[in-house]
């Protein structure tokens, strides 16, 4: 099956008067390529989430999100009567020294505006009842991503099937053109001679000649190297492993042959029915880059 390197992921939980989200986001990407985003409480688990998304999803470009939110925010909420002490003691030395009227009725006004008033109690350290409930949100998260991932692999699998199919259609098209091409080939160098008055040329040498040369126009190979590639495309996105870089390098294997066609193809049909191909694979090159 297919997956697409796109996908989106989210799970959230609640856990020590705490709302646990986790967001997950994935784009195409050669390599894996995790960017962190979490909350201070859980950093020391940086390595530990970091390997997970890396066994789970393979490649990417990730952005990964996590943070928390207290849920009984009065509870948690106090105020830092050090930092209100100073900035009182520090208030009225200063209105003393510039002889400015200090504060009367409106205290808390002035102090409730000032940096570190409020509190919230630190966690030094996540203990596995926190770390569990919040690890599995994660796993919830990635299963998600993933499920997001098989359903665009889908959509990409039903795009490559109708592309190789047009190219297959038109390789046999082809074939129509291959018989009257050759023939119009002999026939005009036959002319050719024959417009030359009083021209003397070795019969044997001739045919000779013309043999080499239309075997130099011969695309039965290209034909059949490209069926062949084709097939191994197909087989290959049907595979459960991780394929996107098999099927980059086999459609780069089918441009070839059909650049080659395109070559020897002197023939304006044959001509028309290579830049159909040629448009049909683009796609799918385009499509590759997304496939994981």
């Known amino acids: 099956m297919i997956l697409s390197m796109t996908g989106y992921g989210k799970a959230e939980t609640i856990v020590n008067e705490k709302k646990i989200h986790v967001e997950i986001k994935s784009l195409n990407s050669k390599n894996i390529d995790i960017t962190t985003h979490i909350a201070s409480l859980f950093l020391s688990k940086e390595l530990e989430i970091r390997s997970y998304l890396t066994q789970r999803l393979i490649r990417g470009k990730i952005d990964f999100y996590l943070w928390s939110e207290d849920i009984n925010t009065t509870q948690n909420t106090t105020f830092n009567e050090t930092f209100i002490h100073s900035y009182i003691?520090?208030?009225?030395?200063?209105?003393?020294?510039?002889?400015?009227?200090?504060?009367?009725?409106?205290?808390?006004?002035?102090?409730?505006?000032?940096?570190?008033?409020?509190?919230?109690?630190?966690?030094?350290?996540?203990?596995?009842?926190?770390?569990?409930?919040?690890?599995?949100?994660?796993?919830?998260?990635?299963?998600?991503?993933?499920?997001?991932?098989?359903?665009?692999?889908?959509?990409?699998?039903?795009?490559?099937?109708?592309?190789?199919?047009?190219?297959?259609?038109?390789?046999?098209?082809?074939?129509?053109?291959?018989?009257?091409?050759?023939?119009?080939?002999?026939?005009?160098?036959?002319?050719?001679?024959?417009?030359?008055?009083?021209?003397?040329?070795?019969?044997?040498?001739?045919?000779?000649?013309?043999?080499?040369?239309?075997?130099?126009?011969?695309?039965?190979?290209?034909?059949?190297?490209?069926?062949?590639h084709l097939d191994y495309f197909t087989q290959t996105m049907n595979q459960e492993d991780n394929q996107g870089k098999k099927l980059g390098f086999i459609s780069q294997e089918m441009g070839r042959e059909i650049n080659t066609l395109g070559s020897k193809s002197n023939q304006a049909d044959m001509q028309n029915l290579v830049v159909k191909m040629k448009d049909e694979l683009e796609q799918i090159k385009e499509q590759v880059l997304n496939v994981l």
Request: proline content about 4%.
């Open 89 to 228: 003691e520090q208030i009225n030395k200063i209105s003393a020294k510039e002889n400015i009227p200090t504060p009367k009725d409106n205290w808390w006004e002035i102090l409730s505006k000032l940096p570190n008033i409020v509190q919230q109690p630190t966690v030094t350290e996540v203990t596995d009842d926190l770390w569990l409930p919040v690890m599995e949100t994660i796993k919830n998260a990635v299963d998600h991503l993933i499920e997001f991932r098989q359903q665009e692999g889908r959509a990409v699998q039903a795009k490559f099937e109708d592309k190789l199919n047009n190219i297959a259609s038109y390789l046999k098209d082809i074939s129509k053109y291959e018989g009257c091409r050759i023939e119009k080939i002999k026939q005009n160098i036959l002319d050719g001679l024959k417009s030359l008055r009083n021209a003397e040329y070795d019969q044997n040498r001739l045919e000779q000649e013309m043999i080499y040369y239309i075997e130099k126009l011969d695309i039965n190979e290209e034909k059949q190297r490209l069926a062949n």
